[in-house]
């Protein structure tokens, strides 16, 4: 197609700005070339997704503002899922209803390569090889809005009993200004009961109207996404649903993923009465505010504590003070007098741990159920009693219990505090000087107030299973919550999954019989979760128990998954070659072992979050800095962020602010780190001869047609990359203009 044409096809089908759908300016009256700057707001962007099994219905509404004094013209093009067909478009001029029309791959490519060739912008790089809608927008009044509506009809993809939506929201990165508001709704109505869902791009609010409806949620203001949403559900007439989900490339071991739901509405008579004592620090360092609303969180629990449950609460300092002298039902009356009791505690005194947890473990005996729980909440060090970490530890063992701490503030120890959750099957969180008690704990423990499975277990058989995380201690599994594990695997063929738990005090067991393949080019986000995880379990190792030996495998992973921590930041040093990085390698030790040594303060609570949030990572990190949690108030961020405006992975650095490493990313199961005005392949080898092509020439383009996958690594910038064939790609400012089909064929060989 002629360069022209190109030029008649922008001026036929004039808009601006993108979001899922895009609007880009075209200058009036000629309407000939598309406005380098100046793209429009997305003001409003709101899709309500209804879904009938695997019939899928998406609405999409927008309002896009016109910042300028002067009445523009765009072109609005929205990039279609596969399969997809447009069931509605309503956009209006004055009385005139605007009409668009679908454009193939190939229409759509000409399209999208002129609009990078005149804005120089390689992030629009990513939707070139889809089909697309596209319509003339005109007016788009000076300083005011235009309201565009447009739905869409698709089958969804479905393997076994699982099926995966995709909504394409990273458009939204295009808005000159962030959106006010964005949300995206997702309903979901099956014939058979629905258990998972789950997105490894955006945390959801679920709700389940009915065993087989969902609602799915994902909102936020003032923001810029940058990430297209994946959502997974499934179904299943079992109590628990499961679903065993793999990516793999041919001839290397694979990665899965095992989801396990309880099924919803939850039988009230399947919930399981559970035991659960409170355990409070009420020494003078909580006097204040922090005792007030530890007060207020420990009468949350108590609130929502069952009739058939049992409880204690002990208080302590220097010495505990039990509540009750046994175990009680949360009666009326005991309740009252239990929350008259809360009302009385003060604080004052020292920190007795070990006499407290100890006191604690009494209070199980003589108690035959799988469901015994402590909840542990204190602000300091052991200062009276036994204070030999050591000792304390193996002086509160409780084979019959799970132990959840909160560590108030950067005065804990969090060596002891994590070790104590470690040893006792539980977790650990830690509630920062900013944040509040009440709302922390009671949050977890409205998570954990319905117990369903106790003491589980989860088996894989049929092909070879490694690298599991969580591995060993399988979490309960409590109404509303989900069992996410991810591993590695070899050989292929059909699998048997068991999961096993105590449930009424009898063992109960659910299976499912599944198929892990040996190629499988879906699901790409599951590496890096994996690395990520596994990664959470060697700090964990290495900050705890003074492994060393495992630094090498923490780097390893972290360059190879882009996945950013406390030690390993030197790998994004943009000033630094390939070949200079491996000598910062052998500084990582040191910079460990000094680092595990702070086991208080606010890089020990930094560290401890760190591991925790690894070893629980269900999201993909290369999102934007607007859907980070952490302590910091102010981000400190390493480089800046790629063409496609993502921003990388992040962690708590010695004060406990979040760093954003901007100058990481990993697309495609490749991670890149930007080297100057270049983001490199980390596998590109020191001094590896490169053929240069240049950026947004023929050349780019043709190659780009010729080997799709590069349109997603040319999103980032300026480029080293390294083909499946071991050729290295240098696509940037110098290079080839042109190439003929011979040399496309011969590079790709």
């Known amino acids: 197609m002629s360069w022209k044409l190109m030029i008649m096809i922008l001026v036929m089908t004039a808009t601006g700005a993108l979001a899922d759908g895009m609007i880009f300016p075209v200058e009036r009256p000629h309407s000939t070339i598309v406005v380098p700057g100046e793209l429009f707001t997305v003001k409003y ?25 002067v009445d523009r013209e765009g072109m609005y093009i929205f990039p279609m899922p596969l399969g997809a067909a447009i069931t509605k478009f309503s956009m ?28 120089k912008d390689p992030a629009i790089l990513e939707y070139i090889d889809r089909n697309t809608f596209r319509a003339r927008v005109y007016p788009i009044p000076a300083n005011g809005d235009k309201r565009i509506r447009l739905s869409y009809a698709e089958v969804i993809n479905k393997s076994g009993s699982t099926y995966r939506y995709v909504y394409s929201l990273s458009t939204e990165r295009f808005s000159a200004r962030p959106l006010e508001s964005c949300k995206v709704t997702i309903k979901i109505k099956c014939k058979r009961p629905i258990t998972n869902i789950y997105s490894p791009t955006h945390i959801l609010d679920i709700e389940h109207p009915s065993a087989n409806e969902a609602i799915a949620t994902w909102s936020a203001k003032n923001t810029r996404p940058d990430t297209d949403m994946v959502v997974y559900y499934s179904v299943s007439d079992n109590d628990l649903g499961i679903d065993l989900v793999a990516h793999r490339e041919a001839g290397k071991p694979g990665y899965f993923m095992l989801m396990a739901s309880p099924a919803v509405p939850i039988d009230k008579t399947k919930v399981q009465p559970k035991n659960v004592i409170f355990v409070l620090d009420r020494t003078g360092s909580m006097a204040g505010e922090k005792i007030n609303q ?15 449950d049992r409880f204690n609460i002990i208080t302590f300092n220097e010495s505990p003070s ?89 005065d804990v120890n969090t060596h002891l505090l994590d070790k104590l959750a470690e040893q006792n099957r539980g977790s650990t969180d830690y509630v920062r000087p900013n944040e509040n008690i009440e709302a922390k704990v009671s949050t977890f423990f409205a998570k954990v107030s319905d117990p369903l499975l106790a003491d589980v277990t989860l088996e894989i058989s049929g092909v070879q299973i490694s690298d599991r995380f969580p591995s060993a201690d399988i979490p309960d599994i409590f109404k509303g919550t989900q069992l996410i594990v991810f591993g590695r695997y070899t050989g292929s063929g059909n699998v048997k999954v068991t999961i096993t738990g105590m449930a009424d005090n009898s063992k109960k067991t659910f299976t499912l019989n599944a198929v892990l393949p040996d190629k499988e080019d879906e699901n790409e986000f599951m590496p890096q979760l994996w690395a990520a995880r596994k990664i959470g379990y060697l700090l964990d190792e290495i900050r705890l128990h003074s492994n060393q030996e495992l630094i090498d495998e923490v780097v390893q992973l972290s360059k190879t998954y882009g996945i950013p921590t406390e030690y390993t930041t030197f790998l994004a040093d943009e000033r630094k070659t390939v070949d200079m990085l491996v000598a910062d390698i052998a500084d990582v030790k040191t910079k460990a072992e000094s680092a595990s040594k702070f086991d208080s303060g606010s890089f020990g609570v930094a560290q401890s979050a760190n591991a925790q949030a690894s070893r629980g990572q269900n999201q993909m990190q290369n999102g934007g800095v607007g859907g980070m949690s952490g302590a910091a108030n102010k981000f400190e961020i390493i480089g800046k962020p790629a063409a496609n405006g993502r921003i990388g992975g992040t962690f708590q650095n010695s004060d406990d602010r979040t760093v954003v490493v901007a100058n990481v990313q990993n697309i495609a199961k490749r991670t890149f780190y930007q080297r100057g005005d270049f983001w490199e392949d980390s596998d590109l080898q020191p001094k590896q001869a490169l053929m240069q092509i240049k950026q947004f020439s023929d050349a780019h383009f043709k190659l780009l047609k010729a080997y799709p996958k590069l349109s997603q690594y040319s999103t980032l910038g300026n480029l080293r990359v390294i083909l499946e064939n071991n050729q290295a790609l240098e696509i940037g400012p110098n290079g080839k203009d042109t190439m003929t089909d011979a040399e496309i064929k011969a590079l790709l060989k």
Not at 45 to 61: F, G, M, P, Y
């Open 322 to 410: 039990l509540m009750f002298e046994k175990m009680q039902n949360p009666t009326s009356e005991i309740r009252k007098k239990a929350l008259n009791s809360i009302d009385d505690i003060d604080a004052t005194g020292s920190t007795d741990i070990n006499n407290a947890l100890i006191t604690a473990r009494k209070q199980f005996d003589g108690l035959d159920s799988p469901r015994n729980y402590v909840v542990f909440l204190t602000d300091g060090q052991p200062t009276a009693g036994i204070t030999d970490l050591d000792t304390i530890l193996k002086n509160v063992k409780m084979p019959k219990a799970k132990i959840f701490v909160f560590g108030v503030g950067y």
């Open 294 to 308: 530890a007060k207020s969180a420990l009468k949350f629990c108590l609130n929502t504590l069952k009739e058939q």
């Open 45 to 69: 962007h709101e899709v309500n997704v209804n879904i009938a099994d695997q019939l899928c219905t998406t609405k999409v509404d927008q309002i896009f503002h016109n910042d300028t004094n």
């Open 92 to 119: 209006f001029a004055g009385e005139d209803e605007i009409a668009g029309k679908i454009l193939d791959k190939d229409e759509a490519r000409n399209i999208y390569e002129s609009i990078v060739r005149q804005r």
